[in-house]
């Protein structure tokens, strides 16, 4: 399969016309599969992290809001301090900021597995761990939109790729947390977690960045003034910050609720190994969707996107209705796949149609408003579930998650958006 789908990335980028020649930077190129590699380890070892916290609190007398509170720390952190990461982004090299954000979490993760072997836990303590890998998060993540067109031509072919990765890790990840956990302890998940950090930073080291063309390759002004001038670009794109004031929509009404009442009525109708089964096949489907954005090339991405951002309602649907686990994990697949395409179309849309001087900036202004309001609808999910009751709580979310891809479609800057011509998006040197 793998084999597969580097030909066919390398067949559509051969296949564009008027990429033959000089500035050719096919998808599998050394670096970018550096790169790759370097996000699809660090994938793996964040989607352990949630299975060893909770492991670890449990066993050292901590109730379940105590892992809640240590990935509140790290969210908040995270959202709280990404726009700043996005000004620092365009001023220094994003390369050396990446790296130095996977070394601060290679030292905090070493630290916690340090605690969590000697058997030393103390709530704060963890809590500060988390806090400070959100202010490195932070900093690592808005390099990550300007770093692939600097990479990859086939910036579409580039983000699929990575989407399938971060999708397989997000499958794996759990079950050797798991593993982990079951056979040493939950220091050793830490161990693991601060292994993959080290592994994502050589990559870094080792990648061969092309310089951004022009004259104005970084942000040169006052910090001030910089963050203001990314506000300004992000607000004058009708077509960005529509989407980021629906996306506030669906976070609320429909991902921030969906997520823990899921977890919650499956388990409590039919037992963890089915919500382990309908989690896996969310992830199988955005494997799903990651391949046909491989595949399909849309002129007008946001507007495929957001149609296919329809097949969510399955998901809560399902649940809500309460029918079986093969219609659950039916549903799931269905609305993994669906995200998985439109986060193609999105992220490819982002990275092609902005100026590289002010892409970092606008693409934290992109994640910090993308996230702004999960915990609201998180928090409210559960005096939501406990007036009306779970199921008709997700129901209301299927129901609102048909309405988010139609006010989508309805605002002509998001559906008429036409994708920028192939190699035409930040230029390099």
Same mark, same amino acid.
């Given at each position: 399969?793998?084999?597969?789908?580097?030909?066919?990335?390398?067949?559509?980028?051969?296949?564009?016309?008027?990429?033959?020649?000089?500035?050719?930077?096919?998808?599998?190129?050394?670096?970018?599969?550096?790169?790759?590699?370097?996000?699809?380890?660090?994938?793996?070892?964040?989607?352990?992290?949630?299975?060893?916290?909770?492991?670890?609190?449990?066993?050292?007398?901590?109730?379940?809001?105590?892992?809640?509170?240590?990935?509140?720390?790290?969210?908040?952190?995270?959202?709280?301090?990404?726009?700043?990461?996005?000004?620092?982004? $365009?001023?220094?090299?994003?390369?050396?900021?990446?790296?130095?954000? $996977?070394?601060?979490?290679?030292?905090?993760?070493?630290?916690?597995?340090?605690?969590?072997?000697?058997?030393?836990?103390?709530?704060?303590?963890?809590?500060?761990?988390?806090?400070?890998?959100?202010?490195?998060?932070?900093?690592?993540?808005?390099?990550?939109?300007?770093?692939?067109?600097?990479?990859?031509?086939?910036?579409?072919?580039?983000?699929?790729?990575?989407?399938?990765?971060?999708?397989?890790?997000?499958?794996?990840?759990?079950?050797?947390?798991?593993?982990?956990?079951?056979?040493?302890?939950?220091?050793?998940?830490?161990?693991?977690?601060?292994?993959?950090?080290?592994?994502?930073?050589?990559?870094?080291?080792?990648?061969?960045?092309?310089?951004?063309?022009?004259?104005?390759?970084?942000?040169?002004?006052?910090?001030?003034? $910089?963050?203001?001038?990314?506000?300004?670009?992000?607000?004058?794109?009708?077509?960005?910050?529509?989407?980021?004031?629906?996306?506030?929509?669906?976070?609320?009404?429909?991902?921030?609720?969906?997520?823990?009442?899921?977890?919650?009525?499956?388990?409590?109708?039919? !037992?963890?190994?089915?919500?382990?089964?309908?989690?896996?096949?969310?992830?199988?489907?955005?494997?799903?969707?990651?391949?046909?954005?491989?595949?399909?090339?849309?002129?007008?991405?946001?507007?495929?996107?957001?149609?296919?951002?329809?097949?969510?309602?399955?998901?809560?649907?399902?649940?809500?209705?309460?029918?079986?686990?093969?219609?659950?994990?039916?549903?799931?697949?269905?609305? !993994?796949?669906?995200?998985?395409?439109?986060?193609?179309?999105?992220?490819?849309?982002?990275?092609?149609?902005?100026?590289?001087?002010?892409?970092?900036?606008?693409?934290?202004?992109?994640?910090?408003?993308?996230?702004?309001?999960?915990?609201?609808?998180?928090?409210?999910? !559960?005096?939501?579930?406990?007036?009306?009751?779970?199921?008709?709580?997700?129901?209301?979310?299927?129901?609102?998650?048909?309405?988010?891809?139609?006010?989508?479609?309805?605002?002509?800057?998001?559906?008429?958006?036409?994708?920028?011509?192939?190699?035409?998006?930040?230029?390099?040197?």
């Amino acid at each position: 399969m793998g084999d597969d789908i580097v030909a066919e990335s390398r067949a559509t980028v051969d296949a564009a016309p008027g990429r033959r020649g000089a500035g050719v930077r096919p998808v599998w190129s050394r670096d970018f599969v550096l790169f790759f590699l370097a996000r699809a380890v660090a994938r793996l070892g964040d989607t352990m992290l949630p299975v060893a916290l909770a492991a670890g609190l449990l066993q050292h007398g901590y109730g379940a809001g105590a892992v809640g509170l240590v990935m509140a720390a790290t969210s908040v952190a995270f959202a709280g301090l990404v726009v700043f990461g996005g000004v620092i982004a $365009d001023r220094f090299s994003t390369r050396k900021l990446m790296i130095g954000a $996977d070394l601060v979490r290679l030292g905090t993760q070493s630290l916690a597995a340090i605690l969590f072997f000697s058997g030393h836990v103390v709530l704060g303590e963890i809590c500060a761990i988390g806090f400070v890998n959100g202010v490195a998060g932070a900093v690592f993540q808005p390099g990550v939109a300007s770093t692939v067109p600097r990479l990859a031509t086939d910036v579409q072919g580039a983000n699929g790729a990575i989407r399938i990765a971060e999708s397989a890790a997000q499958l794996a990840g759990p079950a050797a947390a798991g593993i982990l956990v079951g056979f040493a302890s939950p220091g050793a998940v830490f161990a693991a977690h601060a292994t993959t950090y080290a592994v994502s930073a050589l990559c870094l080291l080792l990648l061969r960045l092309p310089r951004l063309a022009g004259p104005a390759a970084h942000a040169t002004g006052a910090f001030r003034a $910089d963050l203001a001038e990314g506000w300004r670009e992000f607000r004058s794109r009708t077509w960005m910050w529509g989407v980021i004031a629906v996306w506030c929509v669906y976070m609320i009404a429909v991902w921030g609720p969906t997520v823990p009442l899921v977890a919650a009525e499956v388990v409590r109708l039919h !037992g963890p190994r089915a919500y382990g089964l309908v989690n896996s096949a969310l992830g199988a489907g955005t494997v799903v969707g990651g391949l046909l954005a491989l595949r399909l090339r849309p002129r007008r991405m946001l507007r495929a996107g957001s149609v296919s951002l329809f097949a969510f309602a399955g998901f809560p649907a399902t649940v809500g209705a309460g029918l079986g686990v093969p219609a659950m994990a039916a549903g799931a697949a269905l609305a !993994g796949a669906g995200m998985s395409f439109w986060g193609v179309m999105w992220a490819t849309s982002v990275q092609t149609q902005v100026p590289p001087v002010v892409l970092n900036r606008i693409h934290a202004y992109d994640v910090a408003g993308s996230l702004a309001m999960m915990p609201v609808g998180q928090a409210l999910a !559960g005096p939501a579930a406990a007036s009306l009751g779970a199921d008709q709580v997700l129901l209301v979310s299927a129901a609102m998650s048909l309405a988010v891809p139609v006010a989508l479609l309805a605002i002509r800057a998001v559906r008429d958006l036409i994708r920028a011509p192939d190699g035409q998006g930040p230029g390099v040197t």
